[in-house]
């Protein structure tokens, strides 16, 4: 089961509200290569892992990747406090504010829905891993292009910390790849 | 096959001797070295040296 | 919303931030690298800091887990603001 920490991962901090950076950070929120995709497609095939070690590695990452769901919502948030319809409005958010107020929503950065076509579990764990090493290079070249979104320092110091993390899961998928392969191997000679 | 499986009764996690095999993905395995101390690590994104990858934006990468 | 934290709350948080960001690294870590003993007792370590830090926390601010990870005082505690995305980093 999961338990809720009141606390965020990271100190998100941003210099000033800034409308239409957050229309574009929405993106990991609710599209495709975001922190809900990851998380929820992470903690998904975790189920069918064959091995002590795949179940840990997914659902440890998924788990984080829920942290970092919460770190794109507080980015946005503070982008978007205090700011009046009208401001909305002037970048083209008005629809969003007509449907949604200030409030997030989890869509992509063009307004279209999270859907679970976002995500895949095959069945099997090779290539389900392959699909986890290709969502975090994703989410490393979107993390890429926010930075080079925004001038804002503080904000970019988050993003910065959000794509490292991806590096890292990276790793590890690819170290547990290996396991899982040599696994898979070893099983078929019996 | 080139790699005796019958030596390796459990799974190995470093394998001892690579050859890779074809059509295989393979990513090296971390060897643990120094760290950064907590208060770096936040700052940096990992807790580990070897795997920060600073993003240097506004500089064209190799083509 | 915003003000209700104190500095010394702000910097008690960061200090768990840390140290937590450092558990849950050398948790990916050993998750791929079990038998990793120096990896342990790093791990290891980190808990007992971070614990003594968050006991400290939770002494001043109420708990930091719900659902029976840790007591509260009178009045309930977990509810109150702020919230950690309304928190001035």
Known sequence: MWLYEKKLQYPVRVSKPDVRMAGYLITQYGGPDGELSAALRYLNQRYTMPTGRAKGVLTDIGTEELAHLEIIATMVYKLLRGVPPEELRRVDLGPHYAQHDNALFLNDANGVPWTAAYIQATGDPIADLHEDLAAEQKARATYEHLIRLTDDPDLKDGLRFLREREVVHFQRFGELLDHVHGYMTSKKLF | ?63 | MNGLESREQVRLLREIQELEFAAVEWNLFLDTHPENREALEAYNATVARLNEKKRAYEAAYGPLVHFGASASAYPWRWIEDPWPWEIDY
């Open chain 2, 1 to 63: 096959m080139a790699r005796d499986k019958e030596k390796q009764p459990e799974v190995q996690y470093y394998p001892e001797i690579p050859p890779l095999e074809l059509a295989t993905a393979y990513v090296p395995p971390q060897v643990l070295g120094r760290t950064f101390t907590p208060a770096e690590a936040v700052q940096y994104g990992t807790l580990f040296p070897e795997l920060y990858r600073p993003y240097p934006y506004g500089i064209k990468t190799a083509r």
